[in-house]
């Protein structure tokens, strides 16, 4: 499902954040990235999102090379791949459903299946009637909700996500980390990178831990 080969990655002449990392991910597996602030742990993620290529070395992600697509066939694998970033980039002047249909207008279904993927993705998560509020009148715990719903409207295979439980209470982090139990149960395979090991002890059943010239492959939540 993930793989990958002797990847190593440094931004521009940069020294390397990533290097020589190697590892699989199988279909359904649930994962905790771990590690120092700083240490790459974004970075890793950006890599299996295709929103950064590898500087040397292969990410395969569902069989395919990210660094062999086209620029045609990019956005394709982008989709498999649901992305929850630190700012949840959330278009503030748009309500919460808007903000959910968003990656939907580049799918091709009618406006009608489109909502309705729309109310299912948000039922989901436990927004159903908020649909009207814009972001603002939302609590944070909300807020990276319906970044989730967004994220995962287009069904992807994979989800992860950088951070979702930063800054939010306990209840409100569990809630979120439910929502992800509850798609990984469904076969998604999750990776969340958290400073939060109590919390993802609940929930992950691996880790990757990244820290500055080190890389290691956990069993367990650990670290
Ligand atoms: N687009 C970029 N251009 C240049 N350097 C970058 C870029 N993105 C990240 N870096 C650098 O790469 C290193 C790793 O950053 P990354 O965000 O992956 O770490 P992290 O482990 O996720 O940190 P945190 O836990 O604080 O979010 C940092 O030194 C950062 O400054």
Known sequence: MIE?????????????ILADINFRIDVGEFLFVSGPSGAGKSTLLKLIGALEPPSRGSVTIKGQRTDRLSARALPYLRRAVGVILQDTH?????????????PLAVMGLNSAQAANRARAAMEKVGLSGKEDFYPVELSGGEQQRLAIARAIVNRPAILIADEPTANLDQESARRIMDVFRDFN????????????????????????????GRFTDIAGVRA
Not at 4 to 16: D, E, I, L
Not at 187 to 211: F, K, N, P, W
Request: aromatic fraction near 12%.
């Open 90 to 102: 959330l278009l503030y002047d748009r309500n919460a459903f808007h903000n959910v249909m968003l």
């Open 185 to 212: 149960r469904v076969g998604v395979t999750t990776l969340i990178a958290s400073h939060d090991r109590a919390l993802m002890a609940g929930y992950a059943t691996r880790t990757l831990l990244v820290e500055p």
């Open 4 to 16: 990958f080969q002797h990847v190593f990655k440094s931004y521009g002449q940069g020294k390397n």
